[in-house]
């Protein structure tokens, strides 16, 4: 079974950074692409940033300068980082991860996978 485990979360003040990891385990046939949303209290599931399987990378407009995604290694090696800075009191959400990810189990198709999420608080 495909999983995306989220790690890193935690607590930060105010003007600090913080870097979040998503492992990717288990048996896969290829990656699409990855993404992290994210989810205050009260709120949508909002993107925060994507990069698909080339490398390329989008952020939405309001999430443009403080936060940077990354990808190491290659289908079910893969890790992806969202790197945030100058962190802010309403970046404060659960920070989930998600991938398309090509698996054969039960049949070859494109699953979509989700994370538990790991929660980021930024408070001073």
């Known amino acids: 079974q495909v999983q995306l485990v989220e790690t890193g979360g935690g607590w930060v003040q105010p003007g600090e950074s913080l870097r979040v990891s998503c492992d990717l385990s288990?048996?896969?046939?290829?990656?699409?692409?990855m993404a992290w949303y994210r989810q205050a209290p009260g709120k949508q599931r909002e993107l925060v940033a994507s990069?698909?399987?080339?490398?390329?990378?989008?952020?939405p407009d309001s999430m443009k300068g403080r936060f940077t995604i990354a990808r190491d290694g290659d289908n079910a090696e893969s890790t992806v980082y969202l790197q945030m800075n100058s962190l802010k009191p309403e970046d404060t959400a659960v920070y989930y991860c998600?991938?398309?990810?090509?698996?054969?189990?039960?049949?070859?198709?494109?699953?979509?996978?989700w994370g538990q999420g790991t929660q980021v608080t930024v408070s001073s």
């Open positions: 998600r991938g398309e990810i090509v698996t054969g189990t039960p049949y070859p198709h494109i699953a979509d996978v």
């Open positions: 990069i698909t399987a080339s490398g390329s990378t989008h952020y």
């Open positions: 288990g048996s896969i046939l290829g990656l699409n692409g």
